[in-house]
């Protein structure tokens, strides 16, 4: 038997409860591999012999950021080719995301999106096997989320 896909619009907003964010914009992205939220403050530091990644998600000109320095053990570094063609090297979390009352673990590169319109972009890595994108829909998760 064949899996359901859940019907996700272009764009959408998103749970990071291990964030402390809610109702996050976020675009749906299936010409990108990778996931990438919008990060700030991002230091590689050393505690107890040990390498962290502290970082901000957002920025102070995003009416959510919250000035919370969250720090990832569990990250490493990946070459991200972006839409122009510029290949960059970016950290890489783990998290929990929420779609559809549904909480997923999803990979997040750290990127200064300060620029674009959307904090999040959700790739289709994490999409496969779980979504299918209508074109013509948007904030399924949110509107089903608030009814």
Not at 47 to 59: E, I, P, T
Not at 68 to 85: L, M, P, Q, R, Y
Not at 112 to 135: E, T
Request: aromatic share 10%; with cysteine.
């Amino acid at each position: 038997m064949k899996k359901q896909l859940i019907v996700i619009g272009t764009h959408d907003k998103i749970d990071l409860p291990e964030l402390g964010i809610e109702d996050l914009e976020c675009k749906i992205d299936t010409g990108a591999f990778t996931s990438t939220i919008h990060c700030s403050k991002i230091n590689l530091v050393v505690r107890d012999g040990k390498q962290q990644l502290d970082f901000c998600v957002l920025d102070k000109w995003h009416p959510q950021f919250n000035d919370v320095i969250h720090t990832a053990t569990d990250f490493w570094e990946k070459k991200v080719k972006s839409s122009n063609g510029v290949s960059e090297t970016r950290y890489v979390i783990k998290t929990k995301a929420v779609l559809f009352g549904t909480t997923y673990p999803i990979s997040f590169t750290l990127s200064n999106r300060r620029k674009m319109r959307f904090p999040v972009l959700i790739g289709k890595k994490f999409l496969k096997r779980k979504f299918l994108v209508d074109v013509s829909k948007k904030d399924l998760s949110f509107n089903q989320k608030t009814v």
